[in-house]
């Protein structure tokens, strides 16, 4: 393992602003530390865990009973949903939600940009265990510069001789300072799915309030969201590209309670709005195509309404 950690910091480490260490559990994982703002990305499942913009609180919300095993997915940051979304179409013995998220990603690339950003990018390839899942030929990259916002871009590509259908989603888990205080702007007057209502559609109407356990996907929009904090004094901008499908999640009180990496009173500090190719969005791709879905984080000060 020290030999491998050597073999990154001496291929990819780049002075003042990536470098690889053993992280939780002795997974691997990229700490970015720039002049703007830090970062965590486990190599693990390709996920940012941390992001923190310097001078002010974390973004993102990572369970700190967050379990860093290779078959799991890690509770929090951002996990990459991949290429399907939720339980297998067919299969319910396959993993939720893809295997992207516990696959094991490769670093092909770690840059310094011109406004003092850093930019880190991982691959993931079909195998012969992808295939017994899932039976295409496919590459992922998976991009993330860090700067005064984060910018995640996860592009899939078609590397084999037949078409195939791929759901995906940045399975962003945001912090705040108590969930029944924030609302989340963007969303009105959209169609959902409501998982949690045998799959009824419904319409939003206004803003998006959490006062119970949430499990929606948001249809045809590619609107940004706006998480308003006032208990942090600040507004969480979430601005997407190549997605029209967003999902809003919290599980409130019974099922934070029934998980065993997540804190019994975790729902209150934590909103999940996914950019996604969710429900009928998910994206064909024949041979040689390509698809980038992407979100970009970034921090305001919330301005008190009068």
Not at 6 to 30: K, P, T, Y
Not at 59 to 79: E, H, M, N, Y
Not at 89 to 113: E, M, N
Not at 164 to 180: C, K, N, P, Q
């Amino acid at each position: 393992m020290t030999d491998l950690l050597a073999s990154l910091n001496a291929d990819f480490g780049l002075e003042g602003h990536v470098h690889f260490q053993a992280g939780e559990n002795g997974l691997h994982m990229a700490r970015i530390d720039n002049d703007l703002a830090t970062a965590e990305v486990y190599l693990h499942g390709g996920n940012i865990t941390a992001f923190q913009p310097h001078g002010s609180d974390p973004l993102l919300w990572l369970s700190p009973l967050a379990q860093f095993q290779t078959d799991k997915a890690i509770r929090g940051g951002v996990p990459v949903i991949w290429p399907w979304f939720g339980p297998h179409s067919v299969d319910s013995h396959k993993p939720q939600h893809g295997f992207a998220r516990t696959a094991s990603w490769q670093v092909s690339h770690a840059g310094a940009l011109a406004d003092g950003s850093t930019q880190l990018q991982l691959d993931l390839r079909d195998t012969s265990a992808t295939r017994t899942l899932w039976p295409h030929a496919f590459a992922l990259e998976l991009v993330f510069t860090v700067g005064t916002e984060l910018r995640i871009e996860l592009t899939s590509r078609n590397t084999g001789d037949q078409p195939f259908t791929a759901g995906a989603a940045l399975h962003s888990y945001f912090a705040v300072g108590d969930v029944e205080q924030v609302v989340v702007e963007g969303l009105a007057d959209c169609e959902y799915i409501d998982k949690l209502d045998a799959d009824r559609r419904k319409r939003q109407e206004g803003l998006v309030r959490i006062h119970a356990e949430v499990d929606r996907i948001y249809l045809k929009t590619e609107n940004s969201c706006v998480i308003h904090d006032p208990l942090m004094a600040r507004q969480i901008h979430i601005e997407k590209g190549g997605s029209r499908s967003t999902v809003v999640w919290n599980p409130w009180a019974d099922k934070a309670e029934a998980m065993a990496d997540f804190p019994d009173q975790g729902f209150r500090q934590m909103l999940c709005i996914e950019t996604a190719n969710a429900a009928d969005d998910v994206r064909i791709l024949a041979p040689g195509d390509a698809h980038t879905l992407s979100q970009r984080i970034s921090l305001h000060r919330e301005v008190p309404r009068q």
